[in-house]
């Protein structure tokens, strides 16, 4: 399968930025995240238009140009430029990285009849890499009609409320046109006040893909209803959700890995949950507030006995899953029900960070990082050709493990990052094997050799903006 970029363009905004609105300067939370640009691509199925493929695609690839032009005159900062130096960005209105590409050798079908075996291979789809641009975008076109868009963000601006905003909206404006679409409301740094921060610990350095490797696991409803079933304990407050049941499985199996790596001991450990601390804030911030207000609710297992003052380490059985369900939904339930205020917000995210970041440094107890995006609307993101019959991102420079939703809702995809020395132990874990599914392939797909992607610039194709 090859992978050929026809053309880039900077998307600019229909309507110049005024003057007033250049710079757009980062929270004390944005300067503390993980300086990556984080991927989304969706996967769309061909819909039936008429005419010929050229004249679909042209139709196609025009209409998101125009509405995405329409679409940043409300989300103007991505249309600018980070300035590292100085922690803001610059909206000059440069324009997005707009790249449009062919896919060659293969159906989107079949593609995705074999996804596990590309997703080494998906940065291909994903648009540019990490350069000054807050946003890059790839429209990746197959001969089947189907299409991938894919988009790289930076992270130590948005999260991945704010990116699903911007997506909404601009589906929005391609599917039925600005007046719907919603006003997204910039600077964090000055609604919020920064008091009495307290001094950030350095951040842990990433690992880098050379030494991590990335596998999906699937659980569809039926798992997971015999997941809730096993975890099931009457004292619980409420019904674990899908989250929660999943994440306490992963880490189960991922304790184990680290028993065997530490000669039969089982060690502390912490899940650190990312979830949006939005709905939090009193008085409630304006709607649609665009940044990164992520914290992290921290779920910790104890494997060791206190005895006179210290920590003595004793033979700890791996816990039964729902005594770790039984910890998060605790320790989630709490994170979530705790209001805290506007003046409290920065401080609050930050101690939080400090916390993981102070348990990573020391390497006493092990630290598993989830981030979830079950529930995001990413599935019914429509620009006018339907909604996404799959989600995915890419590999990851560090561990952790993403949960997302399946198409039809009820199930979770877990992508999990892991060292690549530990990922055969872990996928060997007897409740992976038991609590996940193989799909099967797409009708008519057979088996052949494995696809092979490059990424090459069509010659002859000039640099244009819009």
Not at 18 to 44: E, F, G, I, M, N
Not at 90 to 113: H, I, P, Q, T, Y
Not at 127 to 148: A, K
Not at 307 to 326: A, C, H, I, Q, R
Request: with cysteine; net charge neutral; aromatic share 10%.
């Amino acid at each position: 399968m090859e992978v050929q970029i026809l053309c880039t363009k900077l998307i600019k905004p229909s309507v110049p930025t005024p003057p007033h609105l250049r710079v757009l300067k980062q929270s004390p939370v944005d300067k503390v995240q993980k300086p990556v640009k984080t991927a989304v691509l969706l996967y769309y199925s061909a819909d039936g238009s008429t005419g010929t493929d050229q004249e679909v695609e042209r139709r196609r690839i025009n209409l998101l140009e125009t509405s995405l032009s329409e679409t940043l005159t409300r989300f103007y900062p991505l249309a600018g430029r980070y300035i590292k130096d100085g922690n803001w960005v610059d909206c000059n209105d440069d324009g997005v990285e707009f790249f449009v590409a062919k896919v060659k050798g293969c159906r989107l079908s079949e593609f995705l009849s074999r996804r596990d075996e590309m997703i080494d291979q998906l940065y291909h789809l994903a648009g540019g890499g990490f350069t000054s641009s807050v946003l890059s975008i790839q429209i990746s076109m197959f001969d089947c009609g189907g299409l991938v868009m894919g988009f790289r963000f930076c992270h130590h601006l948005f999260d991945a409320f704010s990116a699903t905003s911007f997506l909404t909206s601009w589906a929005t404006a391609s599917r039925q046109g600005m007046d719907d679409m919603i006003w997204p409301t910039f600077g964090m740094a000055s609604i919020l006040p920064a008091n009495d921060l307290p001094k950030m610990k350095p951040m842990p350095a990433l690992i880098g893909l050379d030494q991590t490797m990335t596998k999906r696991i699937v659980f569809n409803r039926a798992e997971i209803s015999a997941l809730r079933g096993r975890a099931h304990d009457p004292s619980f407050p409420r019904q674990p959700s899908r989250v929660e049941v999943v994440t306490a499985l992963i880490w189960r199996a991922l304790m184990k890995v680290s028993r065997a790596k530490h000669g039969g001991s089982l060690r502390t450990s912490l899940a650190a949950h990312s979830i949006n601390f939005r709905p939090r804030i009193v008085p409630p911030l304006p709607p649609w507030s665009f940044g990164n207000l992520v914290s992290r609710a921290t779920t910790r297992f104890v494997a060791a006995a206190e005895s006179g003052g210290f920590n003595t380490e004793m033979p700890v059985p791996v816990p039964e899953l729902k005594d770790l369900v039984g910890l998060l939904i605790v320790s989630l339930t709490k994170s979530k029900e705790t209001m805290v205020g506007r003046e409290d917000v920065f401080s609050t995210l930050l101690r939080t960070r400090n916390e993981l970041h102070e348990a990573v440094e020391k390497g006493e107890v092990d630290v598993y990082v989830f981030t979830s995006w079950c529930s995001f609307p990413f599935y019914e993101i429509d620009f006018g050709w339907g909604k996404p019959v799959w989600l995915s991102r890419i590999p990851l420079p560090y561990e952790s493990t993403s949960l997302l939703d399946t198409q039809d809702g009820d199930g979770i995809e877990a992508w999990v990052c892991f060292n690549k020395q530990d990922m055969p132990l872990f996928l060997r874990d007897e409740d992976i094997l038991a609590f996940t599914s193989k799909e099967a392939p797409a009708p008519g797909v057979s088996s052949g050799p494995q696809f092979w992607v490059t990424r090459e610039v069509a010659e002859h194709k000039p640099r244009s903006k819009i």
